[in-house]
């Protein structure tokens, strides 16, 4: 069974940062594109950032560029997104995806990946 495990969550002030983790079981990703989105309460589901298989391109949010960093450990099956400068609108639940087609460019739309982790809550206080 495909999962996907986002952890890193948690309660920070404006400012501060996070750094969130998703591991990937039950098959490897290591040829595959991952992405993290984000969700806040009533509104839909948005792209925040990805990598390609080999890690080379990263795609960045305009909202989160220069404050967000895409990385990921193909030997761990992990990707991460260290949060930097984070903002009160920065609060929503994050989650990861996984793309399936080996080797694709990194996409933006959440139709494009297969695979989604549960979300781990990220709060920003002022």
């Known amino acids: 069974q495909v999962q996907l495990v986002e952890s890193g969550g948690g309660l920070v002030q404006a400012g501060g940062s996070l750094r969130l983790s998703c591991a990937a079981s039950?098959?490897?990703?290591?040829?595959?594109?991952m992405g993290w989105f984000r969700q806040a309460p009533g509104k839909e589901r948005e792209f925040v950032a990805a990598?390609?298989?080999?890690?080379?391109?990263?795609y960045y949010a305009d909202s989160v560029k220069g404050r967000f960093t895409i990385s990921r450990d193909n030997a761990k099956n992990t990707v991460y997104l260290q949060m930097n400068s984070l903002k009160t609108e920065d609060t929503a639940v994050y989650y990861c995806?996984?793309?399936?087609?080996?080797?694709?460019?990194?996409?933006?739309?959440?139709?494009?990946?297969?695979?989604w982790g549960q979300g781990t809550q990220v709060t920003v206080s002022s």
């Open positions: 990598i390609s298989w080999n890690g080379i391109s990263t």
């Open positions: 039950g098959r490897t990703f290591s040829s595959n594109a």
């Open positions: 995806a996984a793309d399936t087609i080996p080797f694709h460019s990194v996409k933006t739309g959440t139709h494009e990946y297969a695979y």
